[in-house]
Structure formats: structure tokens, C-alpha cells
């Protein structure tokens, strides 16, 4: 409750989220009397968290000018295409297992994938689905293997390449 002063009595009207738990089940969040309703983070600042899909365009613009410069193999370039649909079907099933209480998809699996390119598609259906948005331990993990693949990204085109291509020169 958002108003801790005063207990429910009955024919009270409230409002409430539905939300899931970190076990999948379904619970009442922000409840508030009707007349004591505080808007929800997500209704004050809805473009705030759509904010972060910035990074995709960007990545596509690296993983393009490496391609053409002839610094990012067409490999590496298609493994970003395969790994982010991948990721989104991952989360899709995890989501729907979470609501249909099923077995659910490892949060190490989503962040394996997420770290070896599928991070688009990750954070795609976290926005879309709303799945795994929330719990701040994921998140931490998730956004450490974004930085981590970008780092390593930004790492081959700028340096790695060029050294690459030294030893394979050598040999």
C-alpha cells in the first residue's frame, strides 16, 4: 500500500498492479486506495525506458562501418543477427513458462546469449514483454554483458584487427 496509515475495511476500492515474482506467480503491486492513487514510475516517465534501445542503432552503425572497412568479418557481423532473434525467443518462452508456471530458461542462459551478440534481442523483449526488467540482480548482470560484448566489439575493430591480421601475416 501506498498509504501505510489505514488498513482496507470492507467495500473499500483500491487499485493495483499485477506483477510476477521472482518465482513466476502473480501478486498485487502499488496498491493504493482509489483516492490516494500515485502514479506508477512507468506512467511518469514512459520515455525514459524505451531509452536504452538507442544502443541498437548504434551497434548496427559499428557492426555496418566494420563490414565495409573490412574490419568485422561477415561472421562476426551475422552472429549479432542470429544471437539477437535467439535471445528475443529465449525471453518470449521464459515469459510465458513464468505465467503458465513451466520450467523456465536459466538466467545464465540469457546472459550467455545476451553476451555473444544476442543483447538486441534481449533488450528488445525485455521492453516489449516486460520480462526481466525489474529484478535489479538481472539487470546488473544483463547491462555488465552488454559493456562487456561492446567492449569486446569496440576492441577488435580499433586494435584487435590489426593484430589479427599481423600474426596472421607472420604465419
Not at 541498437?56 to 549479432?80: D, E, N, R, S
Not at 547491462?143 to 584487435?160: I, K, P, R, S
Request: charged share 15%; proline share 5%; aromatic share 12%.
Amino acid at each position: 500500500f501506498a498509504n501505510r496509515q489505514r488498513r482496507p475495511v470492507e467495500m473499500d476500492i483500491v487499485t493495483y498492479e499485477v506483477v510476477v515474482d521472482a518465482k513466476g506467480r502473480e501478486q498485487a503491486a502499488r496498491v493504493a486506495f482509489v483516492s490516494e492513487r500515485v502514479a506508477s514510475p512507468q506512467s511518469v516517465l514512459p520515455e525514459r525506458s524505451h531509452t536504452s534501445l538507442i544502443l541498437i542503432p548504434v551497434l548496427a552503425i559499428f557492426l555496418v562501418w566494420g563490414v565495409i572497412t573490412g574490419k568485422l568479418p561477415p561472421p562476426l557481423f551475422g552472429m549479432y543477427f542470429i544471437a539477437s532473434p535467439i535471445a528475443f525467443l529465449l525471453y518470449a518462452f521464459d515469459k510465458s513458462a513464468a505465467l503458465n508456471n513451466r520450467w523456465r530458461t536459466s538466467e545464465n542462459t540469457l546472459h550467455v546469449c545476451a553476451l555473444l551478440g544476442g543483447w538486441p534481442g534481449a533488450l528488445i523483449a525485455q521492453k516489449m514483454m516486460r520480462h526481466k526488467s525489474s529484478k535489479q540482480s538481472f539487470q546488473t548482470a544483463f547491462w555488465m554483458t552488454v559493456v562487456l560484448n561492446c567492449a569486446g566489439l569496440g576492441g577488435y575493430l580499433f586494435v584487435g584487427h590489426d593484430f589479427v591480421r599481423s600474426v596472421l601475416a607472420t604465419v
